[in-house]
């Protein structure tokens, strides 16, 4: 008796593909980019082409992976969003058509599946006023003696985003929150970025706010977590207290790694608590305080005494909270940055 010739297994080859439609007035100058794992790529377009008898051409194919040997894979939603957000091409609303010719989609298909940031045509070099340069040179020197907080009381007019950028740039800082009670200065933030920042690929400009939801050079969260992050580039954050006060966001995390009386972390755990967004995720009130406490906020505190009064402070003396998992350790940030150690201390720490 022949033994049956059973296949336990097929290969799944994820593939994302262009193509475009010549003879179709309405789309031309556009390609379609889609995505497929079941079908071959031809089988696919043929899937939603034939019904209309539309003949079609394809412009390119090439697997769903990163090409910076992770492994990981991708879909055509993350390579839309890069299209859409750092490149600028123009969708054809809830259609996978974009106004885009195949070799140029392909080129850029190549960068995305490379982390590779798209970058502003101009290059543009600033310099800073003589007050710009006092106060950058001043606040770098009190924080690299040591120094935690410093405070510009500066005149209208005075340029602190472009002082604030140079800052940045002069420490090497990584990681940038900017925090404002005035979401319709967020596009000043973001075209200065555009302008003097960007260009140098260094950092990548991070928000959800609705006002920058167009912006060229603003990419979301959820696209610098999975695909910019790995490739090593920093971040400046924009946020809103109105944004974090209605966050629908229950990924969005917190830190004070210099915590004296917990009175920061405290504030950001009531307006999570309160959002919106949370309640909607954690509609039991217990679940959402558990969630915030052990996926939302961090904190270090220097001394044994300064981590129970933060602590104390955050949690109150509810025994069933301080029972709950949380990120609040004991811990001198400020040694560490001394000694160029930070970092590892925060991952030391938290991851």
Same mark, same amino acid.
């Given at each position: ?170 420490? +090497? #800082?990584?990681?940038? *929150?900017?925090? =404002? %009670? ?7 933030? $973001? ?124 949690? +109150? #003396?509810?025994?069933? *909270?301080?029972? =709950? %998992? ?7 940030? $400020? ?17």
């Amino acid at each position: 008796m022949t033994a049956p010739n059973i296949k336990t297994y097929s290969r799944i080859i994820p593939m994302v593909y262009a193509y475009n439609t010549p003879g179709i007035p309405y789309h031309d100058g556009w390609t379609k980019i889609g995505y497929t794992e079941k079908q071959s790529v031809e089988d696919r377009i043929n899937q939603q082409t034939h019904t209309a008898n539309i003949r079609w051409t394809l412009a390119w194919k090439d697997n769903a992976m990163y090409k910076d040997g992770s492994g990981e894979y991708f879909t055509d939603h993350d390579f839309h969003s890069y299209l859409q957000v750092r490149a600028n091409i123009q969708r054809e609303p809830d259609t996978e058509w974009f106004k885009i010719d195949g070799e140029h989609s392909q080129q850029l298909f190549t960068r995305f599946a490379n982390r590779m940031l798209v970058q502003p045509q101009a290059e543009c070099e600033y310099s800073l006023r003589d007050e710009q340069a006092r106060a950058v040179k001043m606040t770098k020197e009190y924080f690299e003696n040591g120094g935690k907080e410093f405070l510009w009381n500066a005149k209208p007019r005075f340029g602190k985003t472009l002082t604030s950028y140079d800052l940045v740039r002069s420490m +090497g #800082f990584k990681k940038v *929150l900017i925090v =404002t %009670n005035r979401p319709s200065i967020a596009n000043s933030w $973001a075209d200065d970025f555009q302008k003097f920042i960007a260009w140098r690929n260094e950092l990548c400009f991070v928000s959800d706010t609705d006002a920058l939801s167009n912006h060229p050079i603003v990419i979301s969260r959820k696209d610098y977590m999975h695909t910019y992050r790995e490739h090593k580039k920093g971040m400046v954050a924009f946020e809103s207290l109105q944004g974090l006060k209605g966050s629908k966001h229950p990924v969005l995390t917190f830190a004070d790694l210099y915590m004296k009386s917990g009175l920061y972390i405290t504030e950001i755990v009531k307006r999570l608590y309160k959002s919106e967004g949370l309640k909607e995720a954690f509609p039991d009130s217990k679940d959402r305080i558990r969630h915030i406490l052990s996926k939302q906020v961090y904190g270090m505190a220097p001394t044994r005494i300064i981590y129970l009064i933060a602590t104390n402070y955050i949690l +109150g #003396f509810d025994p069933e *909270l301080k029972e =709950t %998992n949380h990120n609040f350790v004991q811990a001198d940030a $400020a040694e560490a940055a001394k000694s160029n150690s930070l970092q590892q201390l925060v991952d030391d720490c938290f991851e």
